[in-house]
């Protein structure tokens, strides 16, 4: 078979001989670039923000690039310690301690990484909330985690339901200033706090962050990570984002996923570049405007907003200035080749797929700068990383035969818990190997190729959406009687949430009422939860131990072979 090959960069790699440096690698020799490994004292803000702070020929260079239409502000490393300073301060004040959980439920804003990393000084757990979740899903991640402060913003408290978490002790609102009467309002106690802080030095192994992430059974869970993190966030931050000390970094993830922390804080931070953070949803014009006017880069991005950008046509990229640009990547669903082969002709770029999960905490197959692209790959396992393909009991396949894409146990930013849930974590290693739930396979050469999930969690453009989440949200509804939710494949969006539903007695079908429930779950849930499509039927199929069959559901819709019925319920 001709395969496309896009050659390496020609530029000075670190990594130009990728093989010598996987054989050599340990990730120890990592350690030298942080403050801890002389001081001995650890806390990834100080690694991130203080450090440089601290550094006369850093302190007054900008680090957060704030550029919303609405608000442009500018704050350098020396305002973001301070200001993070006087939140850790806020914090103490109303009895944060070491290993409590503090969860943001708020858009971007400088306010948000301000309070982010005052969080962490206190050696609190950071607790991110995508800022279009609803009561529910705002709910069970509150109450999972037990988390006993909220920061939000007047519009959104509407959804935190206070009666229902008893563990919730403060509440701080980020609005206008002085607005939050019943409240506790950000600028009023931002003011008077002092700008000094001392630090909570922490172990690399005590927890910093959590992120709450959907499988396929059960409520979303609380992924867990710590200190030790940083590691591999500044080694990938060299190897994959290939930052350099001048580099205007854009990272388009929201910080409610972990992209949006691991890529759009930490990476760029641990190595002092100056990052642009843009809220809400963008249209293609937008993209091309922020990556204009900053003068951006290094863009982190994803497939759907590639996809999007690829049907808005190239007359529209005419428009724009993007001489600057010079590093792409990808992260969060399958990166078609057509786009990599656009991206060559519309940026004259190569874009670099990357794959990891919320569990893995940061990049683990890429594409490097230094090595060639086979268009519709993954990449390779970067170094310290040992990736394979193995079958159910763990035990590894040759090459070219698909089964669980898996990695073994044991690198600096795996999840070291799920949160309150020892035996679900447990259920991710068999035999010594992380396994991810996804299927791929490896070609002779050591590229991954993805080939889909083995499980049946959804992606619709990049989000990760857990069919059971959904399914209890539509049973909620008065009029459904049972529902079953799958992945339908689409174009633009990877694929798009699809529900079948069963109606109750005295309910009949209507267009008005298929809007409501999806309304219902949209206001309830979130919107990108929400069904697009709701189909009617008499019954869901099940499992005689009464599992909904989504696999068969699945088969249907796309007219395949149904495949193994023999559990079905009569
Ligand atoms: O199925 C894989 C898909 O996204 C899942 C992880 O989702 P999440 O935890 O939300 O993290 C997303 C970003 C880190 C994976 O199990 N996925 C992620 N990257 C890729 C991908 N699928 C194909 N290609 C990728 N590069």
Same mark, same amino acid.
């Not at 896009?6 to 130009?16: F, G, H, T």
């Not at 760029?268 to 953070?277: D, K, R, S």
């Not at 499509?533 to 072979?561: F, N, V, Y």
């Given at each position: ?25 340990? %990730? ?19 690694e991130a923000l203080d450090r440089h702070a601290e550094n006369p020929a850093k302190k007054d260079k900008v680090a957060l690039l704030y550029s919303a239409p609405d ?41 948000f990484y301000a309070a982010f990393f005052g969080i962490l000084k206190t050696g609190a757990i950071a607790g991110p909330l995508f800022e279009a979740f609803m009561e ?17 913003? !007047?519009?959104?408290?509407? &959804? ?5 978490? !008893? ?17 506790? @309002? ?7 706090? $002092? ?46 984002? @290939? ?6 970094? %854009? ?10 922390? $691991? ?5 760029? +931070? ?7 953070? &843009? ?19 290094? +863009? #982190? ?24 640009? &010079? ?14 082969? *656009? ?11 990357? *794959? ?19 268009p519709g790959s993954m990449g390779k396992p970067i170094p310290g990383i040992v990736a394979s393909i193995v079958d159910n009991e763990g035990n590894e396949l040759p ?11 044991? +690198? ?15 259920? #991710?290693?068999?035999?010594? *190997? ?14 991954? *190729? ?93 499992? &005689? ?18 495949? @193994? ?6």
């Open positions: 078979m001709d395969m496309q090959v896009i050659p390496a960069r020609s530029e000075n790699y670190n990594l130009k001989d990728y093989q010598k440096v996987r054989e050599n690698f340990k %990730w120890d020799d990592v350690n030298k670039h942080f403050a801890w490994n002389e001081t001995g004292k650890v806390n990834i803000a100080y608000r442009e502000e500018q704050l350098t490393f020396s305002d973001l310690s301070k200001q993070s300073n006087k939140f850790a301060n806020v914090l103490k004040k109303h009895q944060v301690n070491k290993g409590d959980r503090v969860f943001l439920f708020m858009p971007r804003s400088p306010e529910q899903a705002v709910r069970d991640r509150l109450q999972d985690s037990e988390a006993s402060v909220l920061i939000t913003t !007047p519009e959104l408290i509407e &959804r935190v339901p206070q009666d229902e978490l !008893p563990q919730l002790e403060t509440v701080i609102l980020v609005g206008e200033a002085g607005v939050a009467h019943t409240y506790i @309002d950000y600028h009023t106690e931002m003011a008077g706090a $002092s700008e000094a802080f001392d630090i909570e030095w922490v172990d690399l192994e005590d927890g910093m962050l959590l992120h709450y992430t959907s499988g396929s059974t059960g409520k979303p869970k609380g992924v867990y990570h710590v200190h030790n993190a940083m590691i591999q966030h500044y080694a990938t931050g060299e190897w994959v984002l @290939d930052l350099k000390e001048d580099d205007v970094y %854009w990272c388009t993830a929201d910080p409610g996923w972990v992209t949006g922390t $691991s890529y759009g804080i930490f990476a760029p +931070w641990l190595h002092g570049v100056t990052n642009v953070i &843009r809220g809400g949803r963008f249209t293609p014009d937008d993209w091309y405007e922020t990556l204009e006017k900053n003068k951006i880069t290094v +863009w #982190y991005t994803a497939p759907t907003a590639l996809r999007m950008l690829v049907s808005h046509g190239e007359e529209a990229l005419k428009k724009y200035d993007l001489l600057e640009l &010079r590093h792409i990547m990808s992260v969060g669903e399958p990166l078609n080749p057509e786009v990599v082969t *656009w991206g060559l002709k519309a940026f004259n770029l190569r874009i670099h797929d990357t *794959w990891w999960m919320t569990e893995t905490g940061a990049q683990l197959i890429v594409n490097l700068p230094a090595l060639e692209i086979r090459p070219n035969q698909m089964g669980n894409l898996a990695i073994k146990e044991g +690198w600096p930013s795996m999840m070291r818990q799920i949160w309150n849930n020892p035996g679900k974590y447990e259920s #991710y290693f068999i035999n010594g *190997w992380y396994v991810s739930g996804d299927s791929a396979y490896r070609d002779e050469d050591g590229y991954f *190729w993805f080939q889909g999930r083995l499980d049946d969690v959804i992606n619709t453009s990049g989000e990760r959406v857990g069919p059971f989440e959904v399914e209890s949200k539509l049973i909620e509804h008065p009029a459904v009687a049972e529902a079953g939710v799958i992945g339908k494949p689409h174009p633009e969006r990877g694929e798009i949430i699809k529900a079948f539903i069963s109606l109750n007695e005295g309910y009949e079908k209507s267009d008005e009422l298929l809007e409501e429930i999806r309304q219902f779950v949209k206001t309830g849930l979130s919107a990108h939860a929400a069904p697009r499509e709701i189909e009617i039927r008499d019954s869901i199929p099940k499992t &005689r131990s009464g599992k909904i069959m989504r696999r068969l559901l699945k088969s249907w819709e796309l007219g395949l072979p149904t495949g @193994d019925t023999s559990t079905l319920e009569e």
